[in-house]
């Protein structure tokens, strides 16, 4: 296969794991509606004049300070439709697949019939066992940990399963085979989303950090996605980040995972220089995971801005059939003190490349139209949801 149907010979899909641009419709019934991610960072001070250019302040409400008088591609944003607010249901909407249940969630902690068995395979009793922020239970029980060996479990308000490990008491090799006993009873017996395994190092309360070798062991998607449709047709899928791990390798050729979001796209800017077609994934998980889930805004803004000052890198690779997208999966607002947790929120849509049309794309009512929009571009599907923009993006 030579040619796409479509315009776009090459999609570069970046997703900034996080950045809600406010409340969605529905926030209200998920105790979201306080909700605005890019809002509140923004608030805290970011220099970001090439997300500006692309139009990510001209999104209704536009954005104080952040507007641009002429965006230089296509704008809009996206609510979801998928029944949650975690990072599968809110990536596999982007690739077309609506979730129309919610994954199990455990604010309690597990209950017996899931500790159980786990302990009794894995020959280790755990910590924990409580809703807690990743950060928060490191202080509280990194120390015993240290003394038993006993893994940290713990939850959140997401359908997860994590499990906590000090990389000298558990090394990550054995942490992943420990992760894969929790998902095998979590996920696959009790319909939990994902299992995370979450090793650290340091030595005490005040110097624990989590690695960068982190790994996610998640459910498959329920249905089909842009992805399988893309594999099946012959195009190549690119992963970078943890895209391998929210698919479960499906529908991708190859994979690579990454350190940071500067690491990601480094690896993205390799990949644009030898994948010639087809689709590159990427996700940049640290908005997410080290600046909303802890809520530090100004972290957040600060890596804003770095990723702003990486885009003309990224546009640089680029030829003129090729299909610049950066959205979201979900929202994490720093700037809520009462939580840590993802928000239910409109994520960005903006569009750039030779061929793209500029203009205002609106509010769109499912992730999907992305998905869609890449399927009829690529000539594959069809897809299970979502309104193909290809028409209006279109040069």
Avoid at 108 to 126: H, K, L, M
Avoid at 245 to 259: C, K, L, N, Q, Y
Avoid at 336 to 341: A, P, R, V
Wanted: glycine share 12%; aromatic share 8%.
């Amino acid at each position: 296969m030579n040619a796409a149907p479509g315009p776009f010979r090459r999609a570069l899909v970046l997703v900034c794991d996080s950045l809600g641009v406010g409340a969605a419709p529905d926030a209200a019934a998920f105790g979201d509606e306080a909700s605005d991610t890019l809002g509140h960072v923004l608030a805290a001070g970011a220099h970001i004049p090439h997300l500006r250019a692309l139009g990510i302040g001209n999104l209704p409400p536009t954005f104080e300070g952040a507007r641009h008088a002429s965006p230089e591609g296509a704008f809009g944003k996206m609510a979801e439709k998928s029944a949650g607010k975690d990072t599968a249901t809110g990536h596999w909407e982007l690739a077309g697949l609506l979730t129309d249940r919610p994954f199990r969630v455990y604010p309690d902690g597990f209950p017996p019939e899931i500790v159980a068995p786990f302990e009794q395979r894995t020959g280790r009793q755990v910590l924990g066992n409580r809703a807690a922020s990743g950060t928060e239970i490191l202080k509280d029980l990194g120390e015993e940990h240290l003394r038993s060996g006993r893994p940290i479990l713990y939850t959140s308000a997401d359908s997860v399963f994590q499990l906590a490990a000090h990389e000298d008491v558990i090394p990550p090799g054995k942490l992943y085979e420990m992760c894969q006993v929790g998902y095998e009873i979590a996920c696959q017996g009790h319909g939990v989303c994902r299992v995370i395994a979450r090793p650290f190092v340091g030595e005490s309360r005040d110097t624990f950090k989590r690695t960068e070798r982190r790994r996610d062991f998640a459910l498959p998607p329920g249905g089909l996605t842009l992805l399988d449709h893309l594999h099946e047709a012959g195009w190549p899928v690119y992963a970078v980040g943890k895209i391998e791990d929210i698919f479960s390798g499906r529908g991708i050729s190859e994979a690579v995972h990454t350190r940071s979001d500067a690491d990601g796209i480094d690896r993205t800017l390799e990949a644009l220089g030898r994948v010639d077609r087809g689709l590159i994934f990427t996700n940049l998980v640290d908005f997410d995971m080290l600046y909303g889930h802890r809520n530090d805004v100004t972290g957040y803004a600060r890596n804003l801005e770095a990723l702003d000052t990486r885009l003309p890198e990224l546009w640089g690779a680029m030829r003129d059939d090729d299909l610049f997208v950066l959205t979201a999966d979900h929202g994490c607002d720093p700037s809520l003190s009462w939580s840590t947790d993802h928000t239910r929120e409109y994520v960005p849509l903006l569009m750039r490349g030779a061929r793209v049309q500029r203009g205002d794309l609106g509010a769109r009512e499912s992730f999907a139209d992305l998905g869609a929009t890449l399927a009829q571009n690529f000539g594959v599907g069809p897809l299970s949801g979502g309104t193909s923009l290809l028409n209006r993006i279109a040069v």
